[in-house]
């Protein structure tokens, strides 16, 4: 383990960085902001985790919803979703430009909209449809090798905000459509993952209902972060 002994950390950043087990012992730990999958987080002996989730689950009820294994649940839940990033588009049509900015080095609006073209068509199309189809060329994938450009991805690409909402909502129809019809026994059952080397490795094995959630996951989390980077930007001017 790597130990820092009177280290100044003073306005550290740590990105996309790993710090299970991570041991803070005598730290001055002041206006401090942590974002991120947290569990079992212990603070001057009190475990934090489960106050923050519930708080979490008050100011944001669809989170309920999402974590669900009733296809009601669900639909409602993508229904609300769906309603959430149709308010926000709005928001953005109301202030040109504004959906190519970003702070902080977070994602801009658009690309952020992208990325869930990626999410749709890996997660759902790929492991909930079984479908081996390229990638819709717009979406943004991770950034490691061999996945970053495969599969019909184009990065070159950058499309104007309709473009990318039609996308979207083409995309939100889908998967509206079947979970009208999806029953919590198809959603129990293996996900039905193509044999071959494409995004995401990790996904065999999993079931029907697990790759759902990570697409009304991603959906739901990525809100949040363009939400909130929408308020920083407006704040600022």
């Known amino acids: 383990m790597t130990r820092y002994v009177d280290e100044d950390l003073h306005d550290a950043e740590f990105r996309e960085c790993d710090l299970t087990g991570a041991r803070l012992i005598g730290v001055v730990l002041q206006d401090a902001v942590i974002d991120g999958l947290v569990s079992n987080l212990v603070v001057n002996g009190v475990e934090v985790s489960e106050y923050v989730e519930a708080e979490l689950d008050r100011r944001h009820p669809v989170r309920v919803l999402l974590r669900s294994e009733d296809p009601a649940d669900l639909r409602e839940a993508a229904r609300q979703l769906r309603a ?29 909209m992208r990325h869930l073209v990626f999410v749709h068509d890996s997660w759902f199309r790929r492991c909930c449809l079984g479908s081996a189809e390229q990638f819709t060329p717009m979406g943004i994938g991770p950034e490691v090798e061999p996945y ?12 104007p905000l309709d473009e990318i ?4 909502d083409a995309q939100s129809a889908e998967l509206e459509a079947w979970l009208d019809e999806v029953t919590a026994a198809q959603l129990a059952a293996p996900a039905p993952v193509p044999e071959d080397d494409v995004w995401p490795p990790y996904a065999r094995g999993r079931s029907v209902r697990q790759c759902l959630r990570t697409v009304l996951n991603e959906t739901f989390e990525h809100h949040g972060f363009c939400v909130r980077d929408l308020d920083l930007i407006e704040a600022q001017e």
């Open 148 to 159: 970053r450009d495969a599969h019909g991805l184009d990065r070159s690409l950058d499309p």
């Open 165 to 168: 909402v039609r996308v979207r």
């Open 84 to 112: 959430a990033w149709d308010a926000t588009v709005e928001r953005l049509r109301r202030a040109p430009g504004i959906e190519r900015r970003g702070v902080n080095d977070e994602w801009s609006a658009v690309q952020t």
